[in-house]
């Protein structure tokens, strides 16, 4: 995701049939509204184009803006090569935390996010780190509230001084863009415009929101929406965070709930998605809660938590899906659940292993159910397992029972990958209860093209 | 290595050119000499077509006879899907070396290597295990030995029954066309074709072979010559073994001895190689001892030991090299250096991220000095260090120095990348003194069409 010296070099790829959920599906108790972090009541969004790219008609500067302070939290890249803005968002969310989020002039909460494409500012020193403090001051002089408040996060070529100046000049131009905060079509279109601003490589920009019911601890129901976007196509492999993601709730939470929250949804969405296995300098994911809609604050034990972190899960997860669907180059989503490890960590290594071999995705990639390349990588994972005890099935097929071949139809199995834009593999390793699911895409001439071709 | 269908169903790829070492190069106290595995003496190679392929022009069965019981090591995959010829053979080595290696009549040492390509007899259970331990039992017939003399090995698909037919009929082919045991060009035609015969992605047949003379404990001195045969190109991230590959010397060596050289060459040579990151199923690598150059044995604690030990890491840099440069695809043969980690295994950490990592490989092929991509790799690591440590050359140019970008010239660091077939990467750290180097290959289009195309 930090390297878009490939995106600004070459011609827009088409974009790519997404794989996001259409409003008015469900998954568990979340129903899939429109509008991405626009459905979100009590913030605003822009993007712009402010000239941090060579091409002039990409948007490249995104803008969320809270109307009050907002409840923040924030999971970030654990590269030891971290960028300027993770290092210097990382203070401020702590810094804002101290304060008292009930009492804005007491310096609480978050008031903005401003999010760059084009430059990562990351392995820039000492002078990155001034670029990303004078961008959250800028912001900050804007809005009237202190620097802190502001969060930063951007996304391109690494190694590359990020200069201030389209920062000067599009803070003020986004801020005229904002949308409104009313979830409404024009809300509706500074969420577009935010999420078109931070892609890279990404043939589309990626949102989703959802909305849930949930009974407070007074028996009166609420109807809170939790929205977002993200960005990342390539450099895909969050480590205990990932990408680029801003997530915003109009619920009303505790510091501790929301921290608590977003660590568990990344747990099982975000942080089980991999392109190609390289971690991000950027990786970064803020969540906010904006309180617009009135109810009770929620903390981790009153009854509306565990709704809340299952409709974030339901979000996360249709965003971790839609990343791994545009993966560079990528032409299927492919699927890895693994069940029957020792424990759920053992089960994600087992399926990163899987969703991390260049054979099995170039096999996908050729529409091979190439059972063997599968086998393999389970076998180099370091898990523990009997070879006699493992399946394997690929599109509910089974293909290897008890760690033996099983016969099957290639025709059908090619119809499979085919007919399908989504790719199951399913292994069960029969040595206990833990399980994981991943998301990754196969790998093709595209992912060479987007990042080896375009400097030949 | 395990997954030959690919060169099954497509034409041959042009040879590429080799890396190998000249006939008269020296590195340390070895000198390289013509002939691969045909330079050493006490041993006859051949390599025939059997029937593993569905290609009747391609080679597929090699066979190496020593014409005495010889001292035999091995080392293996860790791959938990170990394929029957890597279980089988490694309890034949037990048997062999338990056995006294001096007298031949009670069923010491190793008589006979047989390797097969086009099906590497993984995954396939217990019908898998007999064919193993039948073409043992057929070459042991032939060559009036015990079975456990006879070390096996395939390499091709995996999950696929592995017929014992081409082994019956081919066995005794093989045996009527041995070359000689002289080092002679008889000697050298036999181990040419016996090094054609396991490749399967490989775009040449791999050998090399290196002669050395030190002083023994009396004064006098001694000349031994180690020659080997390698294959491999795809599915190769070595785990303390490597890919296929037959070693011998003339020298004698205990078992002890024997074991002890194999394993530090491999830590330093096969196993620091990595074209994508994929552990074979089946890796092994043997070396044996013929003793037909007379000379007192050779024990860890005798004055032979260390030059052994030093002309055999010399050998198999050299095949090392050679496996790396015709990886599946490649274009380049790319040598990562890591020093000032903080212990060899932090070295070896750094350089094996940065020698996996899909956007540094794209960016070789792409002819790009992008060492952001470089200090993403060693980031995501796991390694520790200080960014503000860490200095990085790609060619000898300083690109990165304490953590910061050096401005370089790009249309030098591009003429450096046209113009070498070995693109050099340079990281010191900072923390310590350990060091590594490994050796990959760039990731092109080339390795998606070997991989991915050939179902479509």
Aim: aromatic share 4%.
């Amino acid at each position: 995701m930090t390297d878009a010296s490939a995106a600004d070099g070459m011609p827009m790829p088409a974009p790519r049939p997404s794989v996001a959920a259409l409003p008015g599906t469900t998954n568990g108790n979340a129903t899939f509204v429109e509008g991405g972090l626009g459905a979100v009541k009590g913030l605003r969004c822009a993007g712009v184009s402010a000239g941090f790219r060579r091409n002039p008609e990409r948007k490249d500067l995104a803008l969320v803006v809270t109307e009050k302070p907002a409840v923040a939290a924030g999971v970030f890249t654990r590269n030891l090569f971290c960028a300027a803005p993770v290092a210097l968002s990382r203070q401020h969310l702590v810094r804002g935390a101290l304060a008292d989020v009930d009492a804005p002039t007491a310096g609480g909460g978050a008031r903005a996010i401003v999010l760059n494409s084009g430059n990562a500012n990351a392995t820039t020193g000492e002078p990155g780190m001034r670029t990303a403090i004078q961008t959250a001051r800028i912001a900050a002089e804007h809005l009237g509230c202190e620097p802190h408040q502001v969060l930063v996060a951007s996304t391109g070529v690494i190694g590359v001084p990020l200069a201030l100046e389209p920062f000067v000049t599009g803070i003020p131009l986004a801020l005229a863009e904002l949308g409104s905060a009313d979830a409404d079509a024009a809300a509706f279109a500074g969420a577009h415009a935010a999420a078109e601003a931070i892609m890279t490589t990404d043939t589309h920009p990626k949102q989703a929101a959802v909305s849930f019911t949930a009974t407070q601890s007074d028996g009166s129901e609420v109807t809170y929406t939790i929205g977002g976007m993200v960005k990342g196509s390539g450099m895909i492999q969050p480590n205990m965070a990932t990408l680029l993601g801003v997530l915003a709730t109009d619920a009303w939470l505790t510091q501790e709930a929301l921290d608590l929250a977003l660590k568990q949804a990344m747990a099982v969405t975000l942080n089980r998605v991999t392109v190609d296995s390289d971690t991000s300098t950027n990786d970064s994911v803020y969540l906010l809660a904006t309180g617009a809609t009135p109810g009770k604050t929620i903390n981790p034990t009153c009854p509306l938590f565990e709704p809340f972190v299952s409709a974030l899960v339901a979000l996360c997860t249709d965003l971790a899906r839609q990343i791994a669907y545009d993966g560079e180059g990528a032409t299927r989503l492919v699927t890895v659940s693994v069940t029957g490890a020792s424990d759920d960590a053992q089960a994600d290594l087992a399926g990163r292993s899987i969703a991390n071999s260049p054979l099995v995705k170039t096999a996908i990639a050729g529409h091979d159910a190439n059972w063997g390349r599968i086998a393999m990588a389970l076998g180099k994972s370091g898990v523990t397992f009997v070879q006699e005890e493992v399946s394997i099935s690929i599109m509910g097929l089974p293909v290897c029972e008890r760690g033996l071949p099983v016969p099957f139809d290639e025709d059908e199995a090619l119809r499979c990958f085919e007919d399908n834009a989504e790719i199951t593999i399913d292994v069960v390793l029969g040595t206990g209860e833990g399980h994981a699911r991943l998301w990754t895409c196969d790998l093709t001439h595209g992912y060479i093209t987007i990042n080896g071709d375009y400097r030949t």
